[in-house]
């Protein structure tokens, strides 16, 4: 492997009764990444994270945070994890500076340093202003920064960021975005989000999760190309075979719709309607439909989904 995977999750599964939360995920997260983990609600995205951070103990399956395994090793394994949950463990009567004092001393800050952790959390996380507040006089927006702050306080490899920007108002969202974007030149970032808009602004690479599974594990330039990968509609006069569209170039793979109709995939670089429309003279296909179909991210995440509901 050329990089280095600060976390490895493998086979994880996690029951609530009979149901499958999460149901044998495996992934890794290298150093430098920043993973978008995407899913509609109730996906098991949560139960996942609360995983990862030792939150929740899986049924099945192994996690290695730096290389150290959480369940034997939960103290050593969770030094290198900064966490967010979706409801941020905040104290509202205290100020933000004495709230980040308390989380510097929780995670094992040595006394000499704990000033400088809290110091560098405040500034990194745009806190200045605000340090002498009371939490729970602060704007939503101002309290997920507390949130995470908290996170980074002790520098982890990986951060940890449930619905980072669930709750808050437009503004809140672009600001707690760009704050990310900072964080992740420094660690490792893995957030969950249920805004398909939020991964392409923020990831490198994307996992989709799915009724507890994962459905789709790859980089951000894959998403959109299975986004751009486009279909035609055709159709014709009289039954034609789907084995010979199949031999056009550029096409991927062939619906047959019925034995007239046909859903045609192919790559965005290699539309192949002028070679069509060539066998369709020189071979008198009778073609009377030829229509491009175009997807966007939100069909290529509901086409995903349903594969998995067809599945079940
Ligand atoms: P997401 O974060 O993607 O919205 P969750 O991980 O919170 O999804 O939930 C996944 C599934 O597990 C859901 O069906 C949810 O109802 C169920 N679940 C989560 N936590 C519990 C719990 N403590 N007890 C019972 N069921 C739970």
Redesign the pocket.
Known sequence: MSQFSLLEASQLS?Y??S?A??DNVSFTVNKGEVVG?L????????????MLTGN?APDHGQIRINGIDLLDNPRQAKAHIGYLP?TPPLYKELTVKEFLQFCARLNGIDKKQRQTAVDTAIERCGLGQVAKRLIGNLSKGYQQRVGIAQAIIHSPAVVIL??PTSGLDPIQIREIRQLIRDIANEHSVIL?T?ILPEVQMLCDRVQI?SQ?QLVFNDSLDKLSQNMLASTLIVEFAQALSPAILSQLTGVEHVDALSTTRYRLHYLPEQNPTQQLLQHAVSENWQLTTLMPEQHSLEDVFMKLIQKEDIDV
């Open positions: 996690r609530f009764g149901q939360a999460v983990f899913g509609p609600n109730g996906a098991g995205k949560s139960t996942t994270m609360r929740l979706e449930d619905e969950s249920h999760i507890g």
